[in-house]
């Protein structure tokens, strides 16, 4: 399985930009499809964005949808979300993780509705903290 790090979270302001990054531990991501998770105390954890490897096609929920971009290197080793206009409700952990090989549809994205046997393997996360 997919050993994720997570990295680039942070305390920013009420419109503010954080670029969150995704690491492979020892290894690529292949042509996995990655998503962006993210979850408040208290909260169910849900779904922000994914990107299937092979094609480039990027999804979002409709929440993020024109601030945040999902993106990926070409040598398959990092993973980025580039969050611009950030606002309080954005705080959370994020976390990355791999879906598959293709990006499941958006709603069952956001609801964890993922089917891959190999899905549910979490890194530690990085926290963004967005102040008003």
């Known amino acids: 399985q997919v050993q994720v790090v997570e990295s680039g979270g942070g305390l920013v302001q009420a419109g503010g930009s954080l670029r969150l990054s995704c690491t492979a531990s020892?290894?690529?991501?292949?042509?996995?499809?990655m998503g962006w998770f993210r979850q408040a105390p208290g909260k169910e954890r849900e779904g922000v964005s994914c990107i299937t490897w092979s094609t480039g096609n990027t999804y979002y929920i409709d929440s993020v949808k024109g601030r945040f971009i999902i993106s990926r290197d070409n040598a398959k080793t990092t993973l980025y979300l580039q969050m611009n206009n950030l606002q309080p409700e954005d705080t959370d952990m994020y976390y990355c993780a791999p879906v598959g090989k293709v990006c499941p549809r958006v709603p069952n994205l956001q609801a964890l509705r993922i089917s891959w046997s190999g899905f549910g393997h979490w890194g530690r996360g990085t926290q963004v903290t967005v102040s008003s």
């Open positions: 020892g290894s690529s991501f292949d042509d996995y499809a």
